[in-house]
């Protein structure tokens, strides 16, 4: 499918000395398929925030520093 798209000229001139006039349509298609698959991916982390219930509060209380100063003594290998 043909796209009429409108660049800045100076980003097409550093694109043909990248890849060459011949082989623009090719490099941009491939720019923004990547684009849309990293688009994708961020669609999925962000649809995955918070979706899993890490216990939170029921792990370490109200005090999350002082439960993490309690599991480091705990800690029989940990030195000092």
């Given at each position: ?13 550093t ?37 899993i ?28």
């Open positions: 499918m043909r796209l009429h798209i409108t660049l800045d000229e100076q980003l097409v001139k694109l043909d000395e990248r890849v060459g006039a011949g082989r623009r349509s090719a490099f941009i298609a491939a720019a923004v398929g990547t684009a849309l698959e990293h688009e994708s991916r961020w669609d999925l982390i962000e649809g995955a925030i918070a979706s219930d890490d216990g939170g509060d029921r792990v370490w209380g109200e005090d999350a520093g002082g439960w993490v100063r309690a599991e480091r003594r705990g800690d029989g290998r940990r030195l000092g």
